[in-house]
């Protein structure tokens, strides 16, 4: 019987899949407000964050890149627009507000580590495996890997901002397989977004595994990602690697 080719590389989401923010961005937002003498809901923030963030990223794609922004400008109007949203439409009380969020979001103090995510990392480096981040990230995910002890892990770091490819462009997963010199067959990605990490590394021929939270999963992705790759915490990753590397072509 035929079997699968022996998985090389490991490419990693990192966002509410190694990492994941200390506290809710409405929280976040709020406290930073009151440092300077502003009173705002965290719930109003948080809501609002959600609806500037989507406006945001389906007006400026990929920090507006090929608009002529900046990851730090998109970033500083994501703020502005989400204290606007939540009643706040002094924009210049707010703007050292979103600077000062926009530096402590580059800090390792404003994220955690998700569990079994550093021992994850290490059983796979020690099987011989080679691990690198394909993530929709801007240029301060290197920092924070960094300062969170897992940038050691990992061979290269590509983010959206890097490549000027966003997930689930083909073009980023392609990046990544030619950064590790290796072929697609002999790779998998592991990541939390059925759009954008399990479909999109499936459409270069990846293998790809799935995060999923104790949430019950919709109809359709549970419909179309097998059980084997359905991750419901980083300590399953290893086994569903063994079985896929003894299931037949």
Same mark, same amino acid.
């Given at each position: 019987?035929?079997?699968?080719?022996?998985?090389?590389?490991?490419?990693?989401?990192?966002?509410?899949?190694?990492?994941?923010?200390?506290?809710?961005?409405?929280?976040?937002?709020?406290?930073?407000?009151?440092?300077?003498?502003?009173?705002?809901?965290?719930?109003?923030?948080?809501?609002?964050?959600?609806?500037?963030?989507?406006?945001?990223?389906?007006?400026?794609?990929?920090?507006?890149?090929?608009?002529? =922004? /900046? %990851?730090?400008?998109?970033?500083?109007?994501?703020?502005?627009?989400?204290?606007?949203?939540?009643?706040? $439409?002094? +924009? &210049?009380?707010?703007?050292?507000?979103?600077?000062?969020?926009?530096?402590?979001?580059?800090?390792?103090?404003?994220?955690?580590?998700?569990?079994?995510?550093?021992?994850?990392?290490?059983?796979?480096?020690?099987?011989?495996?080679?691990?690198?981040?394909?993530?929709?990230?801007?240029?301060?995910?290197?920092?924070?890997?960094?300062?969170?002890?897992?940038?050691?892990?990992?061979?290269?770091? =590509? /983010? %959206?901002?890097?490549?000027?490819?966003?997930?689930?462009?083909?073009?980023?997963?392609?990046?990544?397989? $030619?950064? +590790? &010199?290796?072929?697609?067959?002999?790779?998998?990605?592991?990541?939390?977004?059925?759009?954008?990490?399990?479909?999109?590394?499936?459409?270069?021929?990846?293998?790809?595994?799935?995060?999923?939270?104790?949430?019950?999963?919709?109809?359709?992705?549970?419909?179309?990602?097998?059980?084997?790759?359905?991750?419901?915490?980083?300590?399953?990753?290893?086994?569903?690697?063994?079985?896929?590397?003894?299931?037949?072509?």
């Amino acid at each position: 019987m035929a079997h699968r080719l022996q998985i090389r590389l490991l490419t990693w989401d990192v966002k509410d899949t190694l990492l994941r923010l200390r506290h809710p961005v409405g929280e976040e937002y709020a406290s930073k407000a009151r440092a300077h003498g502003l009173e705002v809901e965290a719930a109003s923030l948080g809501q609002a964050f959600r609806q500037a963030y989507r406006a945001q990223s389906l007006s400026f794609p990929n920090y507006g890149l090929s608009q002529g =922004l /900046t %990851s730090r400008r998109w970033w500083v109007d994501v703020v502005l627009q989400t204290f606007y949203l939540a009643g706040v $439409r002094d +924009a &210049q009380a707010v703007t050292p507000i979103a600077e000062q969020l926009y530096e402590d979001f580059s800090k390792p103090f404003t994220w955690q580590v998700l569990e079994g995510a550093e021992a994850t990392l290490r059983e796979c480096r020690k099987r011989g495996l080679r691990l690198a981040v394909v993530s929709n990230f801007d240029r301060r995910l290197e920092d924070i890997l960094m300062g969170l002890g897992l940038r050691e892990y990992f061979d290269f770091v =590509l /983010t %959206s901002e890097a490549s000027g490819w966003p997930k689930p462009d083909p073009r980023i997963f392609r990046e990544a397989l $030619r950064l +590790a &010199q290796v072929e697609p067959a002999v790779a998998a990605h592991i990541g939390d977004s059925y759009p954008c990490d399990y479909k999109g590394a499936r459409a270069v021929g990846m293998h790809s595994f799935l995060v999923v939270n104790p949430e019950p999963l919709d109809a359709a992705i549970k419909d179309s990602v097998s059980q084997e790759c359905l991750l419901p915490s980083l300590s399953h990753l290893l086994p569903a690697l063994d079985h896929l590397e003894v299931s037949p072509l």
